[in-house]
């Protein structure tokens, strides 16, 4: 790999080499080190911002390659000179994400105080997906996600509303910024969630793809009826018949309850058809405008996924959806439950008293996690490389687990084990699965996302527009949405179009056509092969000519953008993932269904749903489980 290949001639050179199909012979792991040689980790990390988690934007560059040395064999067998630790733990979690957080809770609160339970999370802080951003922007503190955003308002009396209250959210429902501005500036609605909002105060925008250059933006297009919109009259019907149906036909497709006709026979066709048939749409329209948003919660196009993922989510039963009243989020998205179990587990771990709001802003005391006066520890930079119980898993005694840090292996032993981490490593690491798990864990695809948080100065030129966030069909990303903050933790208690602002912009990888894993696979080396500075110029490039119509300049209005790369984000169900093929036990039941010897499953990707609410009540079947069958002692 000499230093002028381009990354473009790089990736090329391996789809020619591989003969087209995807990567073939030529593994990420490679792809990161000839971009190693070439650039070094600093560019393609690029900046982290301030705060705890500077060092932790998406999938570190440390992360990644111990992950892929795992894929890539590295630790079949074990090295010879691993170190010792001589602790046994009651409990050993891999992964310190939202499930293997609760997972320890969970432990601690049940099987009692005097039981020892260590969690390993291979990224400089813990959260897992539910990571933070912090910027500092003209003397402001600005947060922002790094990857899960949101949640639902849940029954009072539910498990997931009991739990939320026991780390601190006893009114799930916060307070937010309320509009500030100058006299002349009427109030534009805000949502509260990073999700784009279609309405009067959203637009669409056209550029090269469709003819237009400079492109135009056209505002509220649906209350428009996409009059003016560059598009053919069959793709503005298409479009209009699935705006406005809102819930005309949903009884004919809704479940009922999971596992009913309806929902089998939506996992047996493909996102896609269901949008096809429902609305009495093309592909070509599903393909053009629709996907990757609809199906963005699964990480690839609708032509990829279950037709079981339009419901899947809302059969958690959320009390309350409505961006009005029932979407909530804190500053830092998700990232606030991970701190309020953290601060509950080990109250020394952040500064400051149990509210939300101190919770929100404490430092991280990192001594704190890890010491050997508690009974739950979280070590970080820890990524576990080989878990296997001692002789036959039906009767042995112990786990041991070996998990590398600083490039050093080392050993603990546990009496039981939640694995936590998600299928891409699970599969994996854990050395003696029987045959049925590894072919349950074969159907599980995982697909990239990269998270770009982008700090302005201000949000007056979409102001300016009408517009509150906008939608677009050609370049990086698909969306970006101002979104008002929850007052716990938000750097100024008003918002208005001259506040500075954090734009989150999501992008997807899917290739229609192709096989959900291929998909996944293709994407991966994508993102992971383009340098910080080159995905900075294209989104410089691209919000400039979206945006500089309206006043947006730059090298003026952009103070930061911090990329989070998540190699393996979103569960990606194909069809069949939820409810079994050809009468077979679906591949989530087979691993939910009993632990595997001293080992229970969590993670939310089990479910094919990737929501916080099911990372914990997975991590509450988990425990359940090692606590039913599994610990005598
Ligand atoms: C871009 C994006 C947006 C999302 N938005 C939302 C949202 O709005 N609302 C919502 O509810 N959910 C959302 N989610 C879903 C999100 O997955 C869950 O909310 C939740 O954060 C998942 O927690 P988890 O613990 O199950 O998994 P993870 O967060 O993936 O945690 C697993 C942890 O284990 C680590 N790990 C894996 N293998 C090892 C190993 N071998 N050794 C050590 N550590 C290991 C991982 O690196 C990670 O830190 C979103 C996800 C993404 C990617």
Same mark, same amino acid.
């Given at each position: 790999?000499?230093?002028?290949?381009?990354?473009?001639?790089?990736?090329?050179?391996?789809?020619v080499a591989?003969?087209?199909?995807?990567?073939?012979?030529?593994?990420?792991?490679?792809?990161?080190?000839?971009?190693?040689?070439?650039?070094?980790?600093?560019?393609?990390?690029?900046?982290?911002?301030?705060?705890?988690?500077?060092?932790?934007?998406?999938?570190?560059?440390?992360?990644?390659?111990?992950?892929?040395?795992?894929?890539?064999?590295?630790?079949?067998?074990?090295?010879?000179?691993?170190?010792?630790?001589?602790?046994?733990?009651?409990?050993?979690?891999?992964?310190?994400?939202?499930?293997?957080?609760?997972?320890?809770?969970?432990?601690?609160?049940?099987?009692?105080?005097?039981?020892?339970?260590?969690?390993?999370?291979?990224?400089?802080?813990?959260?897992g997906e539910a990571k933070r951003n912090e910027f500092l922007v003209d003397g402001q503190?600005?947060?922002?996600?790094?990857?899960?955003?949101?949640?639902?308002?849940?029954?009072?009396?539910?498990?997931?509303?009991?739990?939320?209250?026991?780390?601190?959210?006893?009114?799930p429902r916060l307070e937010y910024q309320t509009w500030t501005s100058h006299p002349s500036d009427p109030e534009m609605p805000l949502s509260r969630t990073p999700y784009l909002a279609n309405g009067p105060t959203s637009g669409f925008y056209f550029g090269a793809k469709f003819g237009q250059q400079p492109g135009i933006w056209l505002v509220d297009p649906f209350g428009k009826k996409l009059e003016g919109a560059p598009l053919s009259p069959q793709a503005k019907t298409e479009l209009l018949?699935?705006?406005?149906?809102?819930?005309?036909?949903?009884?004919?497709?809704?479940?009922?309850?999971?596992?009913?006709?309806?929902s089998r026979r939506l996992d047996s066709i493909t996102l896609e058809q269901y949008l096809m048939e429902k609305y009495g749409i093309s592909r070509e329209t599903v393909r053009n405008f629709l996907s990757p948003v609809e199906g963005g919660g699964y990480g690839l196009g609708a032509d990829a996924l279950s037709g079981y993922t339009a419901y899947a989510a809302d059969m958690l039963h959320p009390l309350d959806i409505s961006d009005e009243s029932g979407a909530q989020m804190f500053p830092d998205g998700n990232s606030g439950f991970a701190r309020l179990i953290v601060k509950t587990l080990l109250p020394q771990a952040i500064a400051g008293p149990n509210t939300l709001e101190a919770v929100g802003r404490g430092a991280v005391n990192f001594e704190a996690l890890d010491s050997s006066r508690e009974a739950t520890r979280i070590r970080l930079q820890s990524t576990a490389?080989?878990?296997?119980?001692?002789?036959?898993?039906?009767?042995?005694?112990?786990?041991?687990?070996? *998990?590398?840090?600083?490039? /050093?292996?080392?050993?603990?032993? $546990?009496?039981?084990?939640?694995?936590?981490?998600? +299928?891409? &490593?699970?599969?994996?690491?854990?050395?003696?699965?029987?045959?049925?798990?590894?072919?349950?864990?074969s159907e599980f695809y995982r697909s990239p996302c990269m998270m770009a948080n982008i700090a302005v100065r201000n949000w007056?030129?979409?102001?300016?527009?009408?517009?509150?966030?906008?939608?677009?069909?050609?370049?990086?990303?698909? *969306?970006?949405?101002?979104? /008002?903050?929850?007052?716990?933790? $938000?750097?100024?208690?008003?918002?208005?179009?001259? +506040?500075? &602002?954090v734009l989150t912009l999501k992008v997807l990888y899917s290739y229609p056509g192709m096989s959900t894993e291929d998909q996944g696979h293709r994407g991966r080396a994508e993102m992971i092969s383009v340098p910080f500075r080159d995905y900075e110029r294209q989104i410089r490039e691209q919000f400039s000519e979206m945006f500089s119509g309206a006043g947006f300049l730059a090298g003026r209005d952009i103070a930061g953008i911090i990329l989070n790369r998540w190699g393996h984000a979103y569960l990606s169900p194909a069809p069949g993932f939820f409810f079994g093929k050809e009468g077979k036990t679906a591949p989530g039941e087979l691993l939910r269904a009993a632990p595997f010897g001293r080992i229970a499953f969590a993670n939310t990707d089990l479910t094919g749903v990737m929501d916080h609410r099911y990372s914990i009540l997975e991590a509450n079947r988990a425990v359940g489980q090692l606590l039913d069958q599994v610990l005598t002692g």
């Open positions: 790999m000499s230093d002028d290949i381009t990354r473009r001639d790089f990736l090329n050179g391996a789809l591989s003969g087209g199909v995807l990567l073939g012979p030529i593994s990420p792991l490679q792809i990161l080190q000839a971009r190693a040689q070439s650039l070094g980790p600093d560019d393609w990390t690029g900046y982290g911002g301030i705060g705890d988690y500077r060092n932790s934007n998406g999938n570190t560059w440390e992360v990644l390659l111990a992950g892929h040395q795992i894929r890539d064999h590295a630790f079949d067998r074990l090295p010879p000179e691993i170190v010792e630790t001589g602790e046994t733990y009651d409990c050993v979690v891999v992964g310190g994400g939202i499930s293997g957080l609760a997972a320890a809770l969970i432990f601690q609160r049940l099987a009692g105080k005097n039981k020892t339970c260590l969690v390993l999370d291979n990224h400089p802080i813990f959260g503190k600005l947060v922002a996600h790094q990857g899960s955003a949101f949640y639902p308002i849940p029954y009072p009396h539910s498990f997931i509303a009991r739990f939320y209250e026991s780390i601190g959210l006893e009114n018949k699935w705006a406005q149906a809102g819930d005309s036909n949903d009884d004919k497709w809704r479940p009922r309850i999971p596992g009913d006709a309806i490389v080989w878990v296997k119980h001692e002789g036959d898993p039906a009767k042995s005694d112990f786990v041991d687990i070996v *998990y590398t840090r600083s490039a /050093k292996p080392y050993r603990v032993k $546990a009496r039981s084990v939640v694995m936590a981490g998600g +299928s891409w &490593t699970t599969r994996h690491i854990v050395r003696d699965l029987a045959p049925e798990q590894r072919a349950a864990f007056r030129f979409l102001y300016k527009m009408g517009i509150s966030g906008g939608q677009w069909f050609e370049g990086l990303g698909n *969306y970006v949405q101002v979104r /008002k903050l929850g007052t716990c933790g $938000a750097n100024a208690p008003t918002i208005g179009p001259d +506040s500075p &602002t």
